[in-house]
C-alpha cells in the first residue's frame, strides 16, 4: 500500500529507559480508543513488525507477537485503558471480589461472536477451563495456578472459584495472555485449534476481525461493528499488519512511508539513526522487558540428568557465570544506551524491586569479578574451562541478539574458565525446543502480561513453572503463594523481596537487561503514544491518520 512519500512517519521500537521513565509515563495521553462514536474512521494503517505468531489459540502461545494480534480479536472480561495498567470491566459490567476466594464477574447482555453466536458465561467458563485442561507448554496456563474452577449459573454470571483467597493479582490476570475469551462452539476443548479453522469460524469478539491471513507475513484486520467492549470503536477501520524478517527493512519502510507504524524490533543502532532523522522524534513509553539466560536443571553442566550431576557444582557453574558477565558493557557497546543493567528478577520501577545480584556476585557494586567467579569454582571442584552450550534466537528479540551473546561468549571466554559454543534457531522451533530440555542455558526475554511484580516471580520460579527447566525451591513456592494473598501492602512488598534474594541464590535465570518502550515519530499518525500504556499491550485501534 503505497503512501504520501513526503509525510512524516511513525514507528515504534522496543528499547530501555530508566526506571524514572518507567514509573512517570503511566499517565493517559488523552484521545485514543474508546472515545469516537459511529461515522467513518481515518484511512488505513499499515503496521510493520519483526515478531512472529507462534498461535492464534490462546492456549497454545505465550509470546508477544501472538498476544498483539490477540489483543486486536478476542474479548476479555477485564482489561485496562490505553494508559493504565489497572483492570477494569471490559466485555462485563462488574467484578469483584464477593468471598475471599470467589471472584464474581457479571457480562454485558447482548453480546455476540462475529459468526453470530452468542457470547455469554459458557464461554467464559469453557476458556478458562480448557487453558487448564490443555495445559500446554507453550501457552499461559501456568498463571491459572490459583484459579480451582469457574461456576456459570447463568448466562451473564461468571464465577471464579480460587484457591487461595484474596488474590491480589488475580483481577490483572484476566486481562493478560490467560485471558481471551474464546467461542465454544469453534475452539475443542482439549486441544490447541490452527490458525486457519480459528479464522473460518469468524471466532472474533474484539476491536477487529481478521479478513485475510497469511501467517507471519501479513494480516488484514477490519473494525468489528459487534464489539461491545471497554475499548470501544476503533479509531481506524482497516489495519494491515506486514512481517519483516529483517529489522533494516522494516526502518526502510517506515522511512519511504510504506508502513505507518512498527513495532519490534528495531536495532539500538536503527534507533540511533533516527534520532538524527530531522523528520522523526523519539518518544519513551513505559515498559518492563527483561532479557535473560535461563539454566536448565537438569542438561546443563553437572545438571541432574548429565552423567557427571552434581548439584554443588552446578551452582557454582552458574554462580561463576554471575560473577563474570559485565552487563555495563553489554548495555552500553551492543545497546549503545538503549538498555540498563538488570541485577535482579523484577525490573526497577516495580514495587519490590530489589537487587540482590549486584551485591552478591561479582564485585559487589555490578562489575565483574574473575578472581571470585574463579573461588566459586575451585571450591566447588570443578575442573576448568567448562564447556557452556549457549542457545540464543536472532530474529524474536532482534538482530541484535547476535551481537549481545557474542558478548556474553568473549565476556566468559576472556575469564579463562569457561569455553562457550554459541548456537541459534529461528524462533518458531526455539520456542517448541527450549521447553523439551534441548538447550542446556538459552536465551529469553519477558514482556509483562500485567504490571506487578508477581508476574516477574510466579510464571519463572513457581512449581510447574512456564521455562520448564527443573527448577524447584519449596520455600519460593511458599513465599511466591504467601504474598499474592497478602493484602497490607508492606507486607507484601517485603516478600516480594525476600523471593528475589532467595531466587539470586539458586540463579535459576541470570537477567542481563531490562527495557521498555521506545517510539519514533512524525506527524500524521494520531495514538502512538496510547499504545505504549502502562498495561503493555500494544493496540491497533488507538491508531489513526
Known sequence: MAKNKMGLRYMVAFAGVSALALTACTGPSGGGAGTGTGGASGAPITFGTTDKVTFLDPAGSYDNGSFMVMNQIYPFVLNSKPGSA????????????????????????????????????????????????????????????????????????????????????????LTSPAGPIVDDTVFPADKVLDDDAI?????????????????????????????????????????????????????????????????????????????????????????????????????????????????????????????????????????????????????????????????????????????????????????????????????????????????????????GLFTVNLQSTEWVTYAKDRTTDVYPMYQLGWFPDYSDADNYLRPFFSANNFLKNHYSNADVQKMIEEQVTTTDPAARTKLIGDIQAAVAKDLSTLPLLQGAQVAVSGAGVKGVKDTLDASFKFRLGVLSK
Open 86 to 173: 489497572d483492570p477494569v470491566p471490559d466485555i462485563a459490567e462488574s467484578a469483584s471480589f464477593t468471598s475471599p476466594t470467589d471472584y464474581t464477574v457479571k457480562l454485558k447482555p447482548g453480546l455476540k461472536w462475529a459468526n453470530g453466536t452468542d457470547l455469554d458465561s459458557k464461554d467464559v467458563k469453557f476458556s478458562f477451563d480448557r487453558q487448564i485442561k490443555i495445559n500446554d507448554a507453550n501457552g499461559p496456563a501456568t498463571l491459572l495456578g490459583n484459579l480451582a474452577s469457574v461456576e456459570a449459573p447463568d448466562a451473564t454470571t461468571v464465577v471464579f472459584k480460587l484457591k487461595d483467597g484474596n488474590d491480589q493479582t488475580f483481577p490483572q490476570v
Open 199 to 415: 479464522i473460518a469460524g469468524k471466532s472474533f469478539a474484539g476491536q477487529y476481525t481478521i479478513e485475510s491471513y497469511k501467517k507471519n507475513e501479513l494480516i488484514s484486520f477490519k473494525a468489528n461493528p459487534a464489539y461491545q467492549g471497554l475499548l470501544g470503536k476503533p479509531a481506524t477501520d482497516n489495519v494491515t499488519v506486514k512481517y519483516y524478517a529483517d529489522s533494516n527493512n522494516l526502518k526502510l519502510d517506515v522511512q519511504k512511508g510504506d508502513v505507518d507504524v512498527a513495532s519490534r524490533s528495531l536495532t539500538a543502532t536503527d534507533i540511533e539513526s533516527l534520532k538524527s532523522d530531522s523528520k522523526v522524534k523519539v518518544d519513551v513509553g513505559p515498559g518492563g522487558e527483561l532479557r535473560y539466560i535461563v539454566f536448565n536443571f537438569d542438561t546443563m553442566p553437572f545438571g541432574a540428568k548429565t552423567p557427571e550431576a552434581d548439584p554443588a557444582k552446578s551452582l557454582a557453574v552458574r554462580q561463576a557465570m554471575a560473577d563474570s558477565i559485565d552487563r555495563d558493557a553489554i548495555a552500553s557497546q551492543v545497546y549503545k544506551g538503549t538498555y540498563l543493567p538488570a541485577y535482579s528478577f523484577v525490573p526497577q520501577g516495580f514495587t519490590g524491586a530489589t537487587e540482590p545480584l549486584k551485591t552478591m556476585y561479582g564485585d559487589g557494586t555490578g562489575k565483574p569479578s574473575v578472581e571470585k567467579a574463579k573461588q566459586a569454582l575451585s571450591d566447588a571442584g570443578v575442573t576448568t574451562p567448562v564447556v557452556l552450550n549457549l542457545q540464543y534466537n536472532p530474529d524474536h528479540y532482534g538482530k541484535s541478539s547476535g551481537d549481545e551473546y557474542a558478548a556474553v561468549k568473549d565476556q566468559l571466554e576472556k575469564t
